[in-house]
């Protein structure tokens, strides 16, 4: 095959990946940047919405789309009332200690994924997308479902830009992001505030996770890879900082195809994941963040 | 000079109890204790940085995989003898836990955390890169000729339980008292300092780089010794060991046991490892009970068992 | 007796964004004396103290202590060449013992790198005598943030003493402390000084007055007076200082 | 949390409480203490170390259904040599620590009379030492060419499944000659890929043939589309194999990929194991053909042991759950379980095994054996055993995807599978 073909794929690839990983990482970012919580139980909250998405296509009747919308709308809603519950029970209860907050996602990381396991059973579950039509290039087929994934990542994303620039949630949350001390004197919830950020955190990956699997398939195990991704994208981004997010996701995402076109993608991940720690040790702000900006 | 001499005739009583128990224990336990000894002295040396110099690492494994790679691959491919090998192990992660030491530590707290998290999953995509030499996911099985070395004259066959158990307590027991030295001495002082108040430390005239460089050489050095260890006690090396799983169970092991205690990793390891062992039996959920102990610990128990000990009744526990 | 400089500092700034915090000061220290740094607040005293240990370092200008230029060294190297500072705000290490917070103090001077050096029992009894030399002497076993806030600021001072150094800076060492413990207090830097140089900013005129061989006068990161106590109290640029803006 | 999480399955909530209830009880139980142990001679006492947990679980759970199924027919018949059979089952979390660790489990504190049903290579490689110094007769129900290479010690036999090697260089001079001569191979990037890459490729050109690419995919991707531009356009036949969850995203996106101009498609069954081949998403196998070493859709000239095998263990003609069509079972595996027992059985009925005393003359009997004979109770059909490579070799299917079932067009002899010794494990000492 000719180099341009080659690269047109890698850019589509690059793209979808992009597209889905600017979801879960900005959900991960949205929690940095607000409670200062490095969850690590992201990924699971991806993978919970993955296999509720599968569940919708297999338990309800009817076409595909029909499952896929109930995906979308009960995905969200389930793990996001979970992670508001783990909030309050696990990490508000540890007063949101830096260091204890990962342990205790790790601890969380673990029940989510083998309460999956229990519940959903071992296997790759694949479902149906809603629709399906093959877009046919002269040199490959490519799937207009994964096209869909972009354009609705976009909007996922606007919207959450909206919700924090215009409503009133999201200036209660820039608020607490912007000084906890001062939000409490102001007689902000920020209790509240911080359950609901994670909440919307876990949405956003459990969305993310939706509209995945059709692609690919709902397992228990699906959880670490894009955990791993994100934590690239949110660091190379500058933790807590949105726009950086979008253009590291953006960056990372088509950078990750094109890479691996020219070299072993496993080698292409380890560079990844170098770079992220040498990031952190000498631009800890971030590749895209204005320096003297607290991170 | 011993400093803490009742400590210190604590670890002589627990290093003789541990060696009368195999008289005692059935034989499945004196195996499952040969294990937990050798995952015990890993929590030991992950105990050193997290609990002594107060730095949350999330990437040991991959000291634990340079030692277990090390000491392994020298002798699968050189067929170099046990002790040899084993020596390799330890000098190979000595030298890489100082190189990782010394840019990782030019941050703290999260991002420190962040960045051993990147560089062991960098080191774990290594193995499997690199799997035409290291086998990979799937690993290499040591030939059978690399079972056995002599010591001093005495043939030491590694296929043999008790000398399997006597030779994890051994280098188990040097590892504690050497710890002790360490942690009761001058260093000692100086990674509590560190861990305590850093700043302090700085304007005490301590370049506090150094020091936690010193903390994580030693903690990787003694990490990936255990690695060696266990590559060659159970002869095969694979890449799940790298995994972040394991990285997880040091953290886990030190975590119940109690941090900065001496014996919290060994406490630890024991309760964790013969926790699971009973329980796989019974539930596949196992898995969960680590993360449901994981949670109930930090938020109640974040000093561990021995360090609650400690906190209230015994403050010379150290 | 010939007068040796221990401590100078040639044309010394430091900027932070648009503010001048420390503004081409010219500073000379005897060795021997006991210095007071005193200005309004926000006069840069802080700052100017910092530069000295090197938590901070300079934009411009030079350090020079003992005749050897510092201004690159980082704080810990300054230590070692003999300059110990004590915090403004109580710093020490609350969860180990006196005695332990003295120990690595003691250490640091007996046994400065990580290998060799002195044994466990000569730094025990440096830094047992350091904590006498303060009056700490009967607290040695009791958990450094467990002590009243006068025995943390004594602390402190031990922990300083037990470096040995030539130049001891004290930041508003008796700030918060009561009348009978900022007298024991004179008391023992009095007895500190005969050992150590002494640098110290201090808001109580009481206590300056009291020890002070020479006092310094900072104001907007300026050198704006230097002279013995009673030239201080007289010059009338000082009193309009002050005036504009009380301490 | 968990409870929350637990809502909809009270079963498995119960379950799991069962579980923590009684982990009391048996932490103190007897076994523990020296001295006490499980009593010698009163039944035949098998260890099973599943892949229940971890990325083998699908396969764990239907060789444990197997197991089970199998379990019940040889006590229906009396058992072994008058004594009843027992199966201990441990998760080995599909983890190489935790496989070694029950394996000590076993020798130590069940004392079992042997261990078989490990699949996962990475598993067996670190667990088939500790078995050898343990003493433990470890029956192998994998695929690795490990043991035949004489990697491992004379503990361990793979009585039923044909290893890789037998398995690839025996579809090779079909491939060659029915669907074409230029090959491109994708792989997973660790030894059970190389054992894929490195026989077919000697064995393509054995036939003529050449391999025009090799694509190896490393465990840990989850998405393929970017591999497939590699696939060089001359490429008469693409060679897949796949492990691990991911396979059939794998499949899926070579499908989209390639569209209608497809060349031809052979694959391992691997690839597709646990997976329902009849959804949208898999539409383009039509026509590709698979390797299967027992077709999982019961054929036309079903053999009468096939159908007992399927009722046994509760598969339907599908090669699904009868509880549960979309449960599909890794029948082109699972197999190995059921005959293996009956290859224990077997050794042991000729050494009049009672106890673990005689574990030597068991294996020794195991050895003598020349192969096994389709029945019952080698639904699979017959096989050759190679008493020193400790190595089975059986017939092997390559199933054409038609109307969305596979369906047999090729069988092929023993011959075919065998190739020379590499070990001799009986010059071993035990």
Redesign the interface.
């Known amino acids: ?1 000719d180099l341009a ?2 690269l047109l ?2 850019g589509l ?1 690059g793209l979808v ?1 992009a597209s889905v990983l600017m979801l879960t990482a900005l959900g991960l970012s949205l929690v940095f940047g607000v409670m200062r919580v490095v969850n690590v139980a992201h990924g699971e909250f991806y993978m919970l919405g993955a296999l509720i998405a599968w569940a919708c296509g ?1 338990y309800i009747p009817g076409p595909p789309v029909l499952g896929f919308v109930a995906g979308l709308l009960v995905a969200p809603l389930a793990v996001g ?2 992670a508001w ?2 909030d309050r ?2 990490l508000q209860k540890i007063g949101y200690n830096p260091e204890g907050t990962i342990v205790s996602t790790i601890g969380m990381l673990y ?2 994924q ?2 999956a ?3 959903f ?4 579950r ?1 479902v ?2 809603p629709f ?1 039509y ?1 877009i ?1 290039t002269p ?5 207009s479902y994964k096209l869909f994934t972009v354009a609705v990542a976009i909007l996922l994303v606007a919207g959450l830009w909206l919700l924090m620039r215009k409503s009133k949630v999201g200036l209660l949350m820039r608020a607490t992001q912007f000084d906890r001390e001062t939000a409490l004197n102001f007689g902000i919830p920020v209790g509240k505030v911080y359950s609901a950020v994670f909440a919307i955190g876990a949405m956003m990956a459990a969305v993310a996770g939706v509209l995945v699997v059709p ?3 709902a ?1 228990y ?2 959880g670490t ?1 894009p955990l791993l991704l994100s934590f690239v994208v949110v660091i190379v981004g500058g933790l807590g900082s949105i726009p950086g997010t979008i253009a590291a996701a953006v960056l990372i995402g088509l950078s990750d ?1 094109l890479l ?2 020219f070299f ?3 080698l292409a ?1 380890i560079v990844s994941t170098l770079l992220v720690a040498l990031v952190l040790i000498f631009r800890p702000e971030g590749l895209f963040t204005v320096k003297g900006r607290r991170a | 000079m011993i400093h803490n001499g009742r400590l210190f005739a604590l670890i002589l009583a627990t290093i003789a109890v541990l060696f009368a128990l195999q ?10 204790a040969t ?1 937990i000894l050798i995952m015990a002295v890993f929590a030991m040396g992950y105990n050193m940085l997290m609990g002594y110099a107060g730095l949350l690492s999330l990437g040991h494994a991959m000291f634990f995989g340079a030692g277990l790679y090390a000491a392994g691959l020298s002798s699968y491919y050189w067929g170099s003898s046990l002790p040899v090998s084993f020596l390799i192990g330890i000098l190979a992660s000595a030298a890489f836990s100082f190189v990782i030491g010394l840019l990782a530590l030019r941050t703290t707290g999260v991002s420190f955390m962040i960045v051993t998290l990147m560089f062991a999953q960098a080191a774990y ?1 290594a193995t ?2 690199f ?1 035409r030499i290291t ?10 000729d690399a ?1 056995s070395f002599s010591l001093l004259g005495h043939q030491m066959d ?2 043999s339980d008790p000398v399997r158990f006597n030779l994890a307590l051994a280098i188990f027991a040097l590892v504690l008292v050497f710890m002790f030295f360490v942690t009761q001495g001058p260093l000692g002082r100086l990674f509590a300092a560190v861990r305590e108040n850093e700043p302090r430390t700085r304007m005490l005239g301590f370049d506090t780089y150094r020091v936690r460089l010193a903390a994580f050489t030693i903690s990787g050095t003694v990490s990936g010794l255990a690695g060696a260890l266990y590559g060659l006690v ?3 090396i ?1 890449s ?2 790298a995994g972040f ?1 394991y990285s997880i169970e040091a953290l886990l092991f030190t975590l119940v046991g109690g941090p900065g205690t001496l014996l919290g990793p060994l406490l630890g390891t024991t309760v964790m490892t ?1 926790l699971i ?13 680590v993360g ?1 102990i994981l949670i109930l610990v930090n938020r109640w128990f974040p000093k561990g068992i021995l360090g609650t000990i400690r906190e209230r009744a015994l403050p010379w526990l150290k | 007796m010939a007068e040796v400089t221990l401590l100078e500092t040639r044309g010394l700034c430091r900027q932070f964004d648009a503010l001048k915090a420390v503004d081409e000061v010219d500073f000379r220290l005897r060795e021997g004396e006991i210095r007071a740094i005193i200005g309004p607040n926000g006069a840069g005293k802080s700052t100017f103290v910092s530069l000295l240990s090197g938590r901070i370092p300079p934009s411009a200008g030079q350090v020079i202590f003992a005749g050897q230029d510092v201004s690159r060294l980082p704080a810990h190297r300054r230590v070692r060449l003999g300059i110990a500072y004590t915090f403004q705000i109580t710093n020490i290490y609350p969860s180990l013992t006196v005695l332990e917070n003295i120990e690595i103090a003691a250490q640091s001077r007996l046994k400065p790198h990580l290998f060799g050096g002195a044994g466990e029992a000569e730094i025990r009894a440096a830094a047992t005598e350091a904590a006498e030399a303060v009056g700490l002497g009967a607290r040695l076993a009791s958990v450094a943030g467990a002590l009243a806030y006068g025995h943390q600021r004594l602390l402190e001072v031990a922990m300083g003493l037990a470096l040995k150094p030539r130049l001891l800076i004290l930041d508003e060492p008796t700030q918060g402390l009561s009348d009978g413990e900022i007298a024991n207090f004179i008391e023992v830097v009095r007895r500190v000084n005969r050992e150590a140089t002494v640098l110290v900013i201090e808001h109580n005129m009481d206590v300056v007055l009291a020890l002070a061989d020479r006092i310094t006068v900072l104001e907007r990161g300026r050198l704006l007076a230097e002279g013995t106590p009673e030239e201080i109290t007289a010059n009338a640029a000082v009193q309009a200082a002050y005036l504009g803006e009380p301490a | ?2 409870k ?3 809502g ?2 009270g079963v ?1 909530r119960r ?2 409480l069962q ?2 209830t ?2 009391g009880a ?2 103190a139980a007897p ?7 499980a009593q010698a001679g009163d039944a035949i006492r098998l260890g099973a170390p599943f892949h ?4 083998g ?2 396969y ?2 239907w060789y444990e259904r197997t197991a089970m199924a199998a379990l019940k027919v040889i006590n229906d018949q009396g058992g072994i040599n008058g004594l009843p059979v027992e199966i ?4 080995d ?1 599909t ?4 496989g ?3 394996m ?2 076993f ?3 069940y004392k079992v009379d042997a261990v078989f049903g490990h699949l996962f ?2 598993v067996v ?2 667990t ?3 078995a ?2 343990l003493k433990m007769p470890y029956f192998l129900c994998s695929e ?1 060419h ?1 043991l035949a290479s004489g ?3 004379r503990y361990c036999f793979q009585p039923s499944i044909t290893d890789v090697k037998s398995q690839v260089s025996s579809m090779a001079p079909w491939i060659a000659s029915n669907l074409g001569k230029k090959v491109t191979l994708i792989y997973p ?4 890929g190389y054992d894929h890459r490195d026989n077919m490729t000697a064995a393509i050109q054995a036939q003529g043939g050449q391999v025009v690419a090799d694509i ?8 393929f ?2 591999y ?6 001359n490429t008469d036949v693409i060679y897949h194999v796949m492990v691990g ?5 794998f499949v ?1 996106e070579l499908g ?4 209608s101009k497809r060349p031809e498609i052979f694959g391992f069954i691997d690839s597709l194991e ?3 081949m009849d ?3 898999l539409e383009f196998l039509e026509g590709t053909y698979f390797w299967e070493a027992m077709p999982r859709y019961a054929q036309a000239d079903q053999s009468a042991a096939d159908r007992d095998f399927r009722a046994a263990v509760g598969v339907d003609g599908n090669g699904a759950s009868l509880s549960d069509p ?3 079972a890794t029948y082109a595996h699972m197999f190995s379980v059921w005959e293996t027992l009956f290859a224990i059985k077997q050794a042991m009925e000729m050494a009049d095994y009672r106890g673990p005393g005689q574990k030597i003359a068991m294996m020794e009997a195991m050895e003598s054996i020349a192969g096994f004979r389709e029945g019952t109770e080698f639904p699979q059909g017959d096989k050759l055993f190679n008493g020193k490579t400790h190595q089975a070799f059986g017939h092997q299917n390559i199933s054409q995807v038609t109307d969305g079932r596979l369906e047999v067009v090729h069988r092929t002899s023993i011959e075919d599978t065998l190739y020379p010794d590499e070990c001799d494990y009986t010059q071993m000492s035990f």
């Open positions: 095959m073909p080659y794929l890698a690839e990946q297999a009332a979970l519950a783990a029970a696990v029940i989510l083998q309460g396991l229990l519940t059973g071992p296997d790759a694949a149906d997308a399906y093959t046919r040199w490959f087929g490519y799937s692609n690919q398939q397992h195990l699906m890879d195809g691996s076109v072993s993608p496993t991940k | 008289f005692a224990l059935s034989d499945y336990l004196v195996l499952a294990r995509l499997l890169y799997s086998g990979g996911d799937q690993g290499l099985t040591l030939p059978t079972r590694m296929t159970f002869g095969y694979g799940a060991f799983h013969m062992d009973r329980l796989s039996g019974l539930t596949t959920a196992y898995l969960m009970i449901v | 949390m968990s929350e999480f637990f909809g399955r498995t379950r799991l579980g923590i009684s982990g048996v932490l076994g523990l203490i020296r001295g006490a142990q229940r947990t971890g990325i679980a699908s764990g759970r201990i089952v441990e998760d979390g983890d190489p620590k935790r070694v660790e029950v000590e489990k020798a130590a504190e290579s990475h490689a670190a088939a030492p500790r050898g110094e690795a490990t990697a491992f010690n990037d660790f030894n059970f190896a995919i490393p465990p840990t991707e989850t998405s589309t970017r497939m531009p590699r696939i060089p356009f969850p991911a396979v059939l995203t899926k989209e990929h390639l569209g646990a997976v329902d959804i949208p998403q979309k449960d599909v």
